[in-house]
């Protein structure tokens, strides 16, 4: 496991700090030492190096890699590099300081009508580029959205950064499909419970709606296994008198 303070590629990186640690993957803060720019750097976390199938799981993850270069866009994590340090692969993106939504959201509370929409339409619209590439993210949820301040003089002042695409896949819409259970309580809809099942952008856009839910009630709104099964969706009204119609 790559470690603080540790030189990759013969000096061009140097690791300051792990950022943190996923199902499958690990990200470091890091350092371009010729720039002095700080960057991130992901790589397969110690776990996941010591599974058997550790080799399909970095053909997954230089497929990730491609796949994030692809998406070109404001409101998406830049890739920059993919590399192999001994037999590890490593990707250099973009360093975004800050919080993730799921975390800006325990500390203030349910956001307002006007905060929460900017958001969620700044990740709709970076969703609908990464549909138009013929890829659904599959794991839309505050958690992978992170808060890119915008004005240094506002310090309040952000705007929301779709990361983490290591559940994407191709798709075709409507088209019935198996794919590895994947997905988040909560957000995930009820195809994503399902091995074959149809999948198409509604996948990502009820994962956002249900970031949305979440976003201005301060509540996740009820698995929609539960949901499958009968249990009714609390209205977002009841939990924030205060949303309009």
């Keep these: 496991m790559w470690t603080t303070g540790q030189e990759l590629q013969q000096g061009k990186y140097k690791l300051e700090k792990m950022l943190g640690i996923g199902g499958f993957g690990v990200t470091y803060l890091a350092t371009e030492q010729a720039s002095g720019k700080s960057i ?19 053909e997954k993850f230089i497929k990730e890699a491609f796949r994030l270069s692809q998406c070109s866009h ?13 037999q590890l692969w490593g990707m250099t993106m973009e360093y975004i300081p800050g919080q993730n939504l799921k975390d800006y959201l325990e500390q203030k509370g349910a956001l307002s ?56 896949r191709e798709f075709t819409t409507g088209k019935t499909e198996t794919h590895t259970n994947i997905g ?7 195809e994503q419970y399902e091995k074959r099942a149809k999948r198409g952008e509604f ?21 929609s296994d539960f949901r499958d099964q009968g249990m009714v969706l609390i209205p977002p009204k009841q939990h924030n008198l205060n949303l309009s119609p």
């Design 113 to 168: 009508e006007e905060e929460g929409l900017s958001y969620i339409h700044q990740i709709g619209d970076a969703l609908s580029f990464v549909h138009s590439q013929g890829f659904l993210h599959r794991d839309v949820k505050p958690q992978n959205i992170m808060l890119r301040s915008i004005d240094s003089d506002t310090p309040d002042s952000y705007e929301a950064v779709l990361i983490d695409f290591g559940s994407v």
């Design 184 to 190: 988040t309580e909560c957000f995930a809809p009820i």
């Design 40 to 58: 991130a750097i992901k790589t397969l976390n110690i776990v996941t190096q010591n599974r058997p199938n550790f080799d399909k799981a970095q």
């Design 203 to 223: 996948t990502d856009v009820y994962a956002l709606a249900a970031t949305l839910y979440n976003l201005l009630t301060g509540k996740r709104p009820c698995p």
């Design 74 to 86: 404001p409101h998406i994590v830049r890739v920059y590099d993919i590399f192999k340090e001994d």
